[in-house]
């Protein structure tokens, strides 16, 4: 969660951010007893716990679907998670691999996250956590890291 914290305000460069140059130090630490690659998984919007369980009711309701997606999401800052990952990934001289879940939960036509499906099965559990509907829905990402090791 600190990750997505802003920097302080005379910091304009990432070798100036201090929540970066931990992660850096700990990437560094991590890929030097590392045989092939490090994984990271890039940051989407949290959920909002609250409204897991109202899904299928606000679609009875005919509530429209990018509504119900605006009030599923926490977009807490993980734009700013994004950015430290893709400059750690930069960083990390061709030994990582930025693993990113948001084409699979990014509606382009609507520019909403959708963490449904049509039905109203939510991706995520109240804890925070994926559901079974939800890793399958992501399954191919690793599947496909899997295919390319």
Same mark, same amino acid.
């Given at each position: 969660?600190?990750?997505?914290? $802003?920097?302080?305000? *005379?910091?304009?460069? /990432?070798d100036q951010d201090p929540i970066y140059q931990v992660?850096? @130090?700990q990437m560094l630490k991590f890929i030097s007893n590392i045989k092939y690659k490090l994984f990271i998984l890039d940051s989407i919007p949290r959920i909002n716990r609250k409204i897991i =369980? =109202?899904?299928?009711?606000?679609? $009875?309701? *005919?509530t429209a679907l990018e509504q119900i997606d605006n009030l599923l999401i926490k977009p &807490?800052? /993980?734009e700013m998670v994004r950015k430290r990952n893709a400059q750690l990934i930069k960083d990390c001289n061709g030994k990582c691999v930025l693993v990113d879940y948001l084409p699979d939960f990014y509606n382009n036509s609507t520019k909403? /996250?959708?963490?449904? &499906? &049509?039905r109203g099965f939510s991706y995520w559990t109240d804890p925070l956590h994926l559901?079974? *509907? @939800?890793?399958?829905?992501? $399954?191919?990402?690793?599947t496909d890291i899997c295919t390319h090791l």
């Open positions: 969660m600190s990750i997505g914290a $802003r920097s302080p305000k *005379h910091v304009t460069t /990432f992660m850096k @130090g =369980e =109202e899904i299928v009711q606000l679609m $009875r309701n *005919h &807490d800052n /993980f909403t /996250f959708r963490y449904f &499906d &049509d559901s079974p *509907h @939800g890793i399958e829905h992501i $399954r191919h990402v690793w």
